[in-house]
Each structure stands twice: as structure tokens, then as C-alpha cells.
């Protein structure tokens, strides 16, 4: 059971991926907001319309700086929604877009964003149907927000969920993590590094629609965002009650983005990612799903980092790579605020 | 044909629904957005999927006070959204919300929000089923922004569009206008007014499906919100090639609206309403509307304003109390900014 700490004012870390967000949602959202839809708490709601099974998304997008190597707040806000449409089973359809702009923000930044919108939603094969725009004050807001709201058709047969996963289960991502973190801390900080990092911003609907075609028995995806690898297993691993077991010398990550980490004591697990995604399968069905991903552009990486295990509930046990082994837990504090 | 002008850097009035707006829409997003959803330029797109026929709709709010009589920014960014779908026939079946939050927003008026968020979607008889909330540093945000997209189902047989409108319709308005931009003006300045000014923020659906349940031949219905009554009908007249004819003495408005119009030299035809809708019907059945919407809660004070006439094409003309007459352009500039 959660423990619900109440706090008087909204901290940072309300909005990490974490601990706290999950409090915030639990304590403040669910109480008012709750049906049966919003209770399952995957990254899309499932509504059944007439005879048509459809999945419906939200994200707000904030990260600073707005362009970044890899993409931008545009392509970003397009590719994080197409992707919470994708590991629901959705083929994504349309998509609204909110703008929030500062007065004063620069047209040529806007029209600029405004194109890698465009031509991310091209590649993913999704429309843009409906749109809204907001200017604030100068000062009431900074720059940009952009909200994306996303409407998909679920076709997929089986129950991905949570609650499909099995004791057993493997556990396979599509490729190295942290790379989208690492390249706004990079963006941001003088680090005296020469190395590039690249963000990992993607539409995933590609790589998952061959996944699924594939493979019949797929349980559960998610897309490993805000709060990384880490926060997303933890996640599932309580609300599933099961325990995960990772080890972290099979879980891919690029050199650069070890290095940052070194420099600034940073954890890769926690370092959000913008194309990367976690499956759970059965065994017996995960050589088919590795080959099904490595054979895709966005899953040549693609690895298995662990299994579901029979063992304490709810909890993520980390065999780290000199064999000691060590508990991930739900992220606390805000290491690194406004990453998407 | 609408001349663009371009800017470097974004104004206030690109926000206002007026002509700025426009030249936003016209000149940045549907030259990369474009496809036929998004240029129909009505309040929702109309979405087919299998043999569903759906609309989708979005609207990010930042309004300023968030609280302010007569509702907030939770309780409005519900009917906004959901007059938005009703409008365009859509009866609304689902939304999300986005939330950005400012560090440091006191938790008390969150959950005050979430409650009257949560209040105004059961009334209205729409299910939140997915959210996303972020939280920006001190100073990034001013307080709270909160997104909402909605999804409905639209079951009406007719045509609603500014396209089926015709020359001879009549003009029908709910009720009184200028109510929340009046409202929103006397939260913000000290006017030594004794008068409450209540905002109309509400849902339409109910009203709407009453009308659309007994009369088969609505043409065209939008709602009145930034801009006013004036930037709608002005922007209808545009869209759709007609001249609309208006009588000032025959559209509502309150006493105390008034007042605070003739305190600060402004026009209650541009002022915002979230609670008000502009109908178009043959002129044959204007009578059984009117009695649908006299017979509503929300639609006591309806009243004909005018009519579609054969006159030069675009532009709307507005009979003066006094006789005279005007045009009634497209505001320029943002008078009340952050109204919605």
C-alpha cells in the first residue's frame, strides 16, 4: 500500500516520474478522477466506442533547451505520444497539439518547431487534426509548452497490461539507455567533453507493429521516459507485485553516456529515454521477439536485461556487474527537471 | 484571401481569437499541418474510425485569476473543451487532462481544482480517463496550465459546419453575452463596482442535444469564447462567404456587463463567454429552436440576433441601437489577455 505524504506545495520532484509523482497521482488525481479507465494507469486509456477498441494519450511537453542534438520539443512532442499510443497496442491515428508560448518567443524558433512536428508525425504516420494556441505574458511562461493528446486504434488480440505479466517472463529492451537524459545534461552543462550525445527521440509504432505481428504472446511494453529504466521497473514491479531481477551487464549503454554519469555521479538507470522500450514475454517466445526488434532500425541494440522472478514482491533487484546486488527503487528528488 | 503578415516574435494578440490568431493558424501551422481534419477549421475535427463516426477537440487554458466567480481554471478547462465537441455534435465521452504545474503551487488550490475538474465532468457526464502532469521551476510557469482534450461521439445526421450554412438562416445566441470576460475583468481591477459579475462557464452539451434531439436542421453552431460574440460571427462570415446581419437591440447583455464595458471603453461583443453558443437554422425553424433553448436551464435569455443576407460576402453588420450601423471586424490586438 502507498503511504500518501502530503505536502503544502508542489515540489519539482511532483513531476520526476518517481516517488513523488506517483504520490500526486494516487493521493490528489485518483481520489476525484476515479473510474475504471483512468485506474489502470498504462501509459494509454483503452475505450471501447461502439465496436471500435481505440487508446487515448496526453503528454505535456517542457524541456529546456527546446532544441537539442537528437530532435526538439516539436519532434519530442510527437514522438512521446505516438509511442504511449504504440506499447498500449495502438496504431496511432491523430493527434491534437496545445501551444503555450511566451510573448516575445521568437517566430523562426516556432516555425522551426512547427516543421519537425510536421515531419515527425509524417514518419509516424500519424494526423494532426485539431489545435489550440495560447500566448502568456512575458514572464508567465518560459518560451514553450507544447501539449499532444493522441487517439490510436488498438488491434492487437492480446491483454498487454501489468496485470498479463507472468512469473518467468523476460524482460527485453530495444536498445542503450539514458541517451535522451545524457544529451539534455550535455545540452546544458559545460562538461568539457568532446563526445556527441545524441537524444534517442522515436517514433516506436514501427518497430512495435512488426513486434506484435510477430508474436501473439507479448504481456506488457512500456516506453522507459522520465525517471529511465530504473523508475519504469520499479513501477511495474509494484504494480504488478512482482519482483524483477535485471543485470546490469547485459543492459546497453553507450560509452558517452557512461562517461556523463561518471562526471556527474549519475545513475543511466534513471536517465529518461525518448525511443526506448521494455517488453515483457514468455521465455519460450523472446529469441522470436530479440530477432523481431534487432532486425528493425530502432532495435539493433535490443538485449535481454532480466526476468520476472518468483521472489518478494514488488521490488527490482539490480545483479550489478562486479556480482553484488542492490534494490531499484522509485527515484527520489528531481536530478534533472524539464527532460521532455 | 487572407494577406499574411509576418512577425518576429510572437504578440499577445497572437493568442486573442482574433485576427492575429488567424494569421497564426493561416500562415505557420496549416502550411506544415495540413490535412482535410484540420482545415475544415471547425471547433473539433471530425474523425471516422471503422464505422464510428468521432470528434476530437483540444484547449490548453492559462486563465488568470484561476479562481474567479462563477468558476476556475479546472471547472472551465472541462466546459471549454466539452462546449467544443457539443458544438460540433459530438456528444463527450472522454477526456484528458495535462497539467503544468509551477514549483511551489500550493497543493490546497490543486486539489481544489482536481475536485471542481472532477465536478464539472460528471455533470457534464464526460469520464477523465488519462493525465499527465509536469512541474517546471519557479518562474518557468505562472502557477497552473492545464490542457484538456476530449473525445465524443457524434450521432447527429445533419451536416454542422460553417460550409452548410445558407443565405436566410437565422441567428439564435443562449443567453446574454460578455458574462466571463466581464467577470475575469472585475476579478483582476478594483472598479468600485458593488455589482457581482458571475462568469457563464458551463456545459452546452445538455442544452445542445436537447435542441439537436427536436430540430433536424441545424446548420452551423460554435461557441463564443475568446474573441466574443464579434470575433465568431466575424469569423464565421469570412469562412463561410456570407454577409451576417445583427441587431444590437436584440442581443442580451446584463446591466452590470454593460457597466463595466462603460467603465472601461469596451465592447461586450468582443468580451469571452464560456457558456454561450451562436446557432444557425433555416429561418422556418427558428421558432421550435428558440422554444427548445427557453425551455433549457442554460438557454433562458435565447434570442434571435439576426441573419445570414445576400450582401457582400465576409463581413458582418451591425444594427446599432441608435440606428446607425457598423462592421464588425476581427478584434485587433488582446484586450483581456489570459481570459481562458
Known sequence: MTIIRKYDKVLLEHGSGGLLSNELIAGSFLPHFSNPYLERLEDSAILTIGNQKLCFTTDSYVVSPIFFPGGDIGSLAVHGTVNDLAVCGGKPLFMSTGFILEEGFPFASLEKIIASMAEAAKTAGVKIVTGDTKVVPRGAADGIFINTS???????????????????????????????????????????????????????????????????????????????????????????????????????????????????????????????????????????VLATMQKHELGKAAAIIGNVATGTQGRVVLKTSIGGERIVDLPTGELVPRIC
Open 150 to 288: 493522441g487517439i490510436g486504434i488498438v488491434e492487437y488480440e492480446g491483454s498487454l497490461s501489468v496485470k498479463s505479466i507472468k512469473a518467468g517472463d523476460v524482460i527485453i529492451i530495444n536498445g542503450t539507455i539514458g541517451d535522451h537524459g545524457a544529451a539534455i545534461i550535455k545540452s546544458r552543462e559545460n562538461l568539457g567533453m568532446e563526445a556527441e550525445v545524441i537524444s534517442d527521440s522515436a517514433p516506436l509504432n514501427g518497430l512495435i507493429s512488426e513486434i506484435l505481428k510477430a508474436n501473439p504472446n507479448i504481456h506488457c511494453m512500456r516506453d522507459a521516459t522520465r525517471g529511465g529504466l530504473g523508475a519504469i521497473l520499479a513501477e511495474i514491479a509494484q504494480s504488478a507485485n512482482i519482483q524483477i531481477n535485471i543485470a546490469e551487464q547485459f543492459i546497453p549503454v553507450q560509452d558517452n553516456v557512461r562517461g556523463i554519469c561518471e562526471i556527474l555521479g549519475l545513475d543511466p538507470l534513471y536517465l529518461a529515454n525518448e525511443g526506448k522500450m521494455v517488453l515483457f514475454c514468455p521465455s519460450a517466445d523472446a529469441p522470436n
